[in-house]
């Protein structure tokens, strides 16, 4: 499958479909509390995406139960929300996808439980921050491994490790198009960044090792040695001069 480029009036559609994205993850951030269950959550999107307009892009997809994944401490991605309830020092990513007129965004956040360790809450700043070290790299004209090192750079500087298995992607008709986008790399590699490209950036990081293991439940990534991770995604457009972040409110 070749890399899909994007003219201004489909970036403009997956603006919108991004913007219902950054809303309803700012509804959700606001939800998480010690005593939340967790399929509350999807409750919440599917009340708030119909208010919208916009359909949830991960429900159904390749069987996947929900509208939103929820990942808790040593889960990476792809948590069901169940009937898990939230505690203090609890650390939740929350990683949502909206369809607006065939147009996904797509998009996550890691979100303290009440108070949260100090190395938790590092961990969550650093992997937002190498999420936007990814963003700033991003442009016309340089290397797909410009972003990966950079993403790479910030969160092994300061002593964590990026998950391997689970990588960013090409982002737009479909959630999932190509290019990957792995959070590691070497800067010369990889296709040239074009105009019109559509990106989801997405560095999932942790604070041991980066290997994981799936749940029985067929979905849920966590961490092999029991170490926390964190997870911060945004859809980005490569437009004039640079990237633009389409999952903004
Ligand atoms: N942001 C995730 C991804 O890009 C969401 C997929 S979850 C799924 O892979 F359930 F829909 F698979
Ligand atoms: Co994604």
């Known amino acids: 499958m070749p890399i899909v480029l994007k003219g201004p009036e489909e970036i403009a559609l997956m603006r919108q479909a991004g913007r219902a994205v950054a809303e309803v993850l700012g509804i959700l951030r606001q939800e998480i ?5 967790l399929k509350r959550l999807d409750e919440v999107v599917r009340r708030e995406f119909a208010k919208r307009k916009v359909v949830p892009t991960f429900l159904d997809y390749q069987g996947y139960p929900a509208r939103v994944c929820v990942s808790v401490n040593d889960e990476i991605v792809h948590g069901i929300p169940n009937s898990r309830i939230l505690q203090e020092g609890d650390i939740v990513s929350l990683d949502l996808g909206a369809t607006h007129r065939g147009f996904v965004g797509d998009a996550a956040i890691t979100v303290a439980v009440g108070r949260i360790s100090p190395e938790a809450e590092r961990l969550v700043r650093v992997t937002e921050e190498a999420l936007w070290e990814g963003i700033r790299a991003a442009k016309a004209g340089v290397r797909l491994g410009q972003i990966s090192a950079a993403i790479q750079a910030h969160a092994e500087g300061n002593g964590f490790s990026v998950v391997r298995e689970y ?12 290019p990957q986008v792995p959070n590691f790399g070497l800067p010369d590699r990889g296709l040239l960044l074009q105009k019109g490209m559509t990106l989801a950036l997405e560095p999932m990081v942790t604070a041991g090792d980066w290997k994981t293991e799936k749940d029985p439940d067929g ?11 964190a997870h911060f995604e945004h859809t980005i457009a490569i437009i004039e001069g640079g990237a633009e972040v389409l999952t903004l409110p």
């Open 219 to 229: 979905w849920t990534v966590r961490t092999a040695d029991g170490s926390l991770a």
């Open 167 to 178: 990588v960013g992607h090409g982002v737009g008709r479909s959630m999932h198009e190509e």
């Open 33 to 37: 509390r010690p005593g939340l269950m």
